[in-house]
């Protein structure tokens, strides 16, 4: 059936790889930035004692003033991996994700348009996406109308069988910004998508009838969200943020998640701090256990309903001459440091720092 | 979904309406702060993305889901 199914993808994945006209990645329209190369690193730590080191570089360059390239690159390293590897491998697993993408953007006038991919591989999973946006600016910029489409053909394995998988997620939105005042922006974003194929996660097993057997759920999903967001200058140099998503798909999870923000400007720092809350409901098949002959369940906690807080500090430096006496001026250092806590009892701390150098407009 | 098309409507209406104001390119000193951004760090926020995706089923949504056993 896989087979089957990979030679009708393929040519499916190649035309919207061609096709593709624009970029969007993680629900942010790719816009031309400044050309600028960052490194970061990022370190992640939870309550199950799982380990994530994971290092990346992003490099935008413009080719011409209306020409730019933006790629990524990154590697995930997992040590001491969690509770569903222990229950095989009583010493731990460890598990590695690379992932590379990469879009070229192009301006005409008030229009930006790109396309581009992401590939991920990992010990169980490979990823490989396709990615399309456009977005135009009205009113002298104080408007700007986005909308985009992405392809995903997602092969999980199905470990410990060399089996593998298949599931298609297609995803499509529209977003607004808009400048309301000189002190004030805001947006609007509505996302779409569906995904289809196996769904289920291979390495959580539910209690039915007192057995431990993988979930099966239902191979056809439809998510929709709404999110409205606001940036509002307060006096003295200081900043707050302010974001609403609501999420329902058609396994009856919905959600609701908020987060407020507060930056500062003191004389070459910014420093911030926001907190967000999700709270979301159950799927419609969830249940702590079953019995029976049920027709979907499932042990996955990400259909769980839960409440999660999230707390984040931030502190950016940007010296007004050179960093560190080498690095060119208008380059910066950023420090992260996040909490998060939800009620499942699921506990996590992630430790991100990086820096960013300008590069020179061609 | 009602709700959803609701909230949609009152945002778009909220903003188009208020966007009647013009604010002219010298007068966005404040709008061009780093801390006014949607999306200032990318990188920051896509690390993000991947591990709340890997714990929300309500995250994500871009298609890119990571599946290993290291995130579960």
Same mark, same amino acid.
């Given at each position: 059936?896989?087979?089957?199914?990979?030679?009708?993808?393929?040519?499916?994945?190649?035309?919207?790889?061609?096709?593709?006209?624009?970029?969007?990645?993680?629900?942010?329209?790719?816009?031309?930035?400044?050309?600028?190369?960052?490194?970061?690193?990022?370190?992640?730590?939870?309550?199950?004692?799982?380990?994530?080191?994971?290092?990346?570089?992003?490099?935008?360059?413009?080719?011409?003033?209306?020409?730019?390239?933006?790629?990524?690159?990154?590697?995930?390293?997992?040590?001491?991996?969690?509770?569903?590897?222990?229950?095989?491998?009583?010493?731990?697993?460890?598990?590695?994700?690379?992932?590379?993408?990469?879009?070229?953007?192009?301006?005409?006038?008030?229009?930006?348009?790109?396309?581009?991919?992401?590939?991920?591989?990992?010990?169980?999973?490979?990823?490989?996406?396709?990615?399309?946006?456009?977005?135009?600016?009205?009113?002298?910029?104080?408007?700007?109308?986005?909308?985009?489409?992405?392809?995903?053909?997602?092969?999980?394995?199905?470990?410990?069988?060399?089996?593998?998988?298949?599931?298609?997620?297609?995803?499509?939105?529209?977003?607004?910004?808009?400048?309301?005042?000189?002190?004030?922006?805001?947006?609007?974003?509505?996302?779409?998508?569906?995904?289809?194929?196996?769904?289920?996660?291979?390495?959580?097993?539910?209690?039915?009838?007192?057995?431990?057997?993988?979930?099966?759920?239902?191979?056809?999903?439809?998510?929709?969200?709404?999110?409205?967001?606001?940036?509002?200058?307060?006096?003295?140099?200081?900043?707050?943020?302010?974001?609403?998503?609501?999420?329902?798909?058609?396994?009856?999870?919905?959600?609701?998640?908020?987060?407020?923000?507060?930056?500062?400007?003191?004389?070459?720092?910014?420093?911030?701090?926001?907190?967000?809350?999700?709270?979301?409901?159950?799927?419609?098949?969830?249940?702590?256990?079953?019995?029976?002959?049920?027709?979907?369940?499932?042990?996955?906690?990400?259909?769980?309903?839960?409440?999660?807080?999230?707390?984040?500090?931030?502190?950016?430096?940007?010296?007004?001459?050179?960093?560190?006496?080498?690095?060119?001026?208008?380059?910066?250092?950023?420090?992260?440091?996040?909490?998060?806590?939800?009620?499942?009892?699921?506990?996590?701390?992630?430790?991100?720092?990086?820096?960013?150098?300008?590069?020179?407009?061609? | 979904?009602?709700?959803?098309?609701?909230?949609?409507?009152?945002?778009?209406?909220?903003?188009?309406?208020?966007?009647? =104001?013009?604010?002219?390119? #010298? !007068?966005?000193? /404040?709008?061009?702060?780093?801390?006014?951004?949607?999306?200032?760090? +990318? &990188?920051?926020? =896509?690390?993000?993305?991947? #591990? !709340?995706?890997? /714990?929300?089923?309500?995250?994500?949504?871009?298609?890119?889901?990571? +599946? &290993?056993?290291?995130?579960?």
């Amino acid at each position: 059936m896989a087979a089957s199914r990979t030679t009708r993808i393929a040519p499916l994945l190649g035309a919207a790889l061609l096709t593709s006209v624009l970029l969007k990645s993680h629900g942010a329209v790719a816009q031309q930035q400044d050309p600028s190369l960052n490194i970061q690193f990022h370190g992640f730590t939870d309550s199950r004692s799982v380990t994530v080191l994971s290092p990346a570089a992003d490099l935008d360059q413009d080719f011409t003033d209306r020409t730019s390239l933006r790629m990524r690159f990154g590697l995930d390293a997992v040590s001491a991996a969690s509770d569903s590897c222990i229950r095989c491998h009583p010493q731990g697993a460890n598990n590695q994700r690379k992932y590379v993408n990469a879009s070229v953007i192009r301006k005409y006038g008030d229009t930006s348009l790109s396309m581009g991919g992401e590939f991920s591989q990992e010990s169980f999973y490979q990823a490989t996406t396709g990615l399309t946006s456009v977005s135009r600016t009205f009113n002298k910029a104080n408007t700007t109308v986005a909308g985009g489409y992405s392809f995903s053909w997602n092969r999980p394995n199905l470990h410990p069988s060399d089996f593998n998988e298949s599931q298609i997620a297609q995803n499509t939105f529209v977003a607004l910004t808009q400048t309301l005042t000189r002190w004030t922006t805001a947006q609007v974003d509505y996302e779409f998508s569906g995904v289809t194929g196996y769904q289920s996660n291979p390495f959580l097993r539910a209690n039915v009838d007192g057995l431990l057997i993988v979930g099966v759920v239902p191979e056809k999903r439809l998510r929709r969200s709404v999110t409205l967001r606001v940036r509002q200058a307060l006096p003295g140099n200081t900043y707050l943020d302010a974001d609403y998503r609501r999420y329902k798909d058609d396994w009856d999870l919905t959600a609701n998640t908020y987060s407020l923000g507060l930056s500062h400007n003191f004389p070459q720092w910014l420093f911030s701090g926001t907190f967000r809350r999700h709270q979301q409901t159950g799927a419609y098949f969830y249940a702590p256990s079953y019995t029976g002959s049920p027709t979907y369940f499932t042990a996955d906690f990400r259909l769980f309903p839960f409440t999660s807080n999230l707390y984040t500090a931030r502190a950016v430096y940007v010296p007004n001459g050179q960093l560190f006496g080498i690095l060119p001026t208008g380059a910066g250092l950023t420090f992260q440091y996040e909490f998060y806590d939800a009620t499942t009892g699921f506990q996590a701390a992630t430790f991100s720092t990086g820096f960013k150098v300008p590069l020179k407009r061609r | 979904m009602r709700r959803l098309t609701i909230a949609l409507a009152l945002g778009l209406g909220v903003v188009s309406v208020a966007g009647c =104001a013009t604010v002219e390119p #010298w !007068q966005r000193d /404040r709008l061009a702060n780093p801390a006014m951004q949607f999306d200032p760090d +990318g &990188g920051f926020a =896509a690390f993000r993305a991947h #591990w !709340q995706e890997a /714990r929300e089923g309500a995250s994500g949504g871009a298609g890119l889901q990571g +599946g &290993g056993c290291g995130c579960k």
